[in-house]
């Protein structure tokens, strides 16, 4: 197989992993800078691929949309895992997690991984199950959910609204000014 379509496949396995919800092909497609034709065989190798090696992953097509989940035959050992996660205390990773989806929300699940510098998939859907967050489709992104506290997590919180955080608006300011460094603004202009 050619360098070229190795790298077409490799790249597509990688965004649909950082992704980690459905993506619709056609902005997969955009995202990995491919014709569709080349992209769709692409995705039939790496499907073909997952399928025979020894991965606990494949890839899943529903209507126009793809998803890396994990192997059903796994599902087992995965629903232990969730259940013995929110049984625990919030791990370190959750805490940060809930704090930027707090101070920040409504946030998207790539600008999480970006604050974080690591995919954070598994902690979002792990505080979903808790209750303490909820997503939304995204106003800003096609195909794409945006975090906020949940209502219940408020409660628990005791405050009626996530402006009463501790220091709140100073950290709003804080992620404005770094928005508008990261988008080529100067602050305040």
Request: net charge negative.
């Amino acid at each position: 197989m050619p360098e070229i379509e190795k790298q077409l496949e490799a790249k597509i396995e990688a965004v649909l992993f950082i992704y980690g919800e459905p993506v619709k092909i056609t902005n997969l497609v955009k995202m990995i800078e491919a014709r569709e034709p080349e992209a769709r065989k692409a995705i039939d190798r790496l499907k073909s691929r997952l399928d025979s090696e020894e991965s606990g992953l494949t890839l899943v097509e529903s209507d126009d949309k793809i998803q890396l989940v994990t192997k059903p035959a796994f599902g087992k050992i995965i629903e232990e895992i969730v259940k013995a996660e929110i049984k625990e205390d919030l791990t370190p990773a959750a805490q940060e997690t809930l704090s930027i989806v707090a101070y920040l929300g409504p946030i998207s699940r790539p600008e999480i991984d970006y604050i974080r510098g690591v995919n954070s998939s598994f902690i979002l859907r792990s505080l979903m199950v808790r209750g303490l967050i909820e997503r939304s489709p995204s106003a800003k992104r096609l195909s794409s959910f945006d975090y906020r506290l949940s209502f219940d997590a408020l409660k628990q919180l005791g405050i009626s609204k996530e402006s009463e955080l501790p220091e709140y608006e100073r950290y709003r300011e804080i992620s404005k000014i770094f928005n508008e460094k990261e988008n080529g603004n100067e602050p305040g202009n």
